[in-house]
C-alpha cells in the first residue's frame, strides 16, 4: 500500500501568519489518467473530516482562498496564507490514486 | 444539501457483530461510490472499505477482509456496514463517506462509535 508521510505533525502558528504542512507518498499518484489523486481534508476538533483540497490543488466548494495546494509526483504541500482561529485542527493528506486509500499521520495545527 | 447520517453504533463484546447503516440525501445515491473510514480514539483515519454505486466491485482493508462486509441499497438510499467477529482494536467512531465526481472522498458524516470490549 502506499504510505503518506506528513511534516511536521505539530504545528503552532501565530494567528495572520502562514502555515505549510509536506506530504510525501511512498510512490508516484499520477495515475495513468493523466490525474494525480492528492487530497487535503481538515478535521476541526470534534467535527467530522472535510475535503479541503483534491487533486494536488483544487479547492473544494466553500473552502476559502487561504487554502492551497501544489506539488507532484510523491511530494506535496498544503499551504494556508494567514491562519484564522477556524483553522484549528488536524490535516490529512490522503491518497485516492488506488486502494487502499490511504492517509497520512496528521499535522495539528495549533495558535500560538 | 448532501446529508449522511450513521446508526447503529454501539457497544459489543469480542467476537460479537454489529450492523451500520447510513442514510444518504442530497444526491443521487446510485451515481457515487460510497466508502466507510474509521478513527480509532485519539488517532487518525484510516479507510476500510468501499462499494460502487451499482455495487459492481467493492474493496477492503486488509484489516478488515473476511469480517466485514459493505452494501447498499440503492432503493433506500442507504449504505451498510456488517461487522462480524469483532475485536478490541475495532474499536473507533465509523464514518460512512460519499465519492465525489472523482475518485476523492468529498462528504463525511458525523460518525457512529463503535466500542468493542467484554
Known amino acids: 500500500e502506499i504510505v503518506m508521510t506528513q511534516t511536521p505533525l505539530s504545528l503552532p502558528v501565530t494567528l495572520g501568519q502562514p502555515a505549510s504542512i509536506s506530504c510525501r507518498s511512498s510512490?508516484?499518484?499520477?495515475?495513468?489518467?493523466?490525474?494525480?489523486?492528492l487530497n487535503w481534508v481538515q478535521q476541526r476538533p470534534g467535527q467530522p473530516p472535510r475535503l479541503l483540497i483534491y487533486k494536488i490543488s483544487n479547492r473544494f466548494s466553500g473552502v476559502p482562498d487561504r487554502f492551497s495546494g501544489s506539488g507532484a509526483g510523491t511530494d506535496f504541500t498544503l499551504e494556508i496564507s494567514k491562519v484564522e482561529a477556524e483553522d484549528v485542527g488536524v490535516y490529512y493528506c490522503t491518497q485516492a490514486k488506488e486502494f487502499p486509500y490511504t492517509f497520512g499521520q496528521g499535522t495539528k495545527l495549533e495558535i500560538k | 444539501e448532501v446529508q449522511l447520517v450513521e446508526s447503529g453504533g454501539g457497544l459489543v463484546q469480542p467476537g460479537g457483530s454489529l450492523r451500520l447503516s447510513c442514510s444518504a440525501s442530497g444526491f443521487t445515491f446510485s451515481s457515487l461510490w460510497m466508502h466507510w473510514v474509521r478513527q480509532a480514539p485519539g488517532e487518525g483515519l484510516i479507510w476500510i472499505s468501499q462499494?460502487?454505486?451499482?455495487?459492481?466491485?467493492?474493496k477492503y482493508a486488509d484489516s478488515v477482509k473476511g469480517r466485514f462486509t459493505i452494501s447498499r441499497d440503492n432503493a433506500k438510499n442507504t449504505l451498510y456496514l456488517q461487522m462480524n467477529s469483532l475485536r478490541a482494536d475495532d474499536t473507533a467512531v465509523y464514518y460512512c463517506?460519499?465519492?465525489?465526481?472523482?475518485?476523492?472522498?468529498?462528504?463525511w458524516g458525523q460518525g457512529t462509535l463503535v466500542t468493542v470490549s467484554s
Open positions: 510512490q508516484s499518484l499520477r495515475h495513468s489518467d493523466g490525474s494525480t489523486y
Open positions: 463517506a460519499r465519492g465525489g465526481i472523482g475518485t476523492e472522498i468529498d462528504h
Open positions: 462499494i460502487a454505486g451499482d455495487e459492481s466491485f467493492t
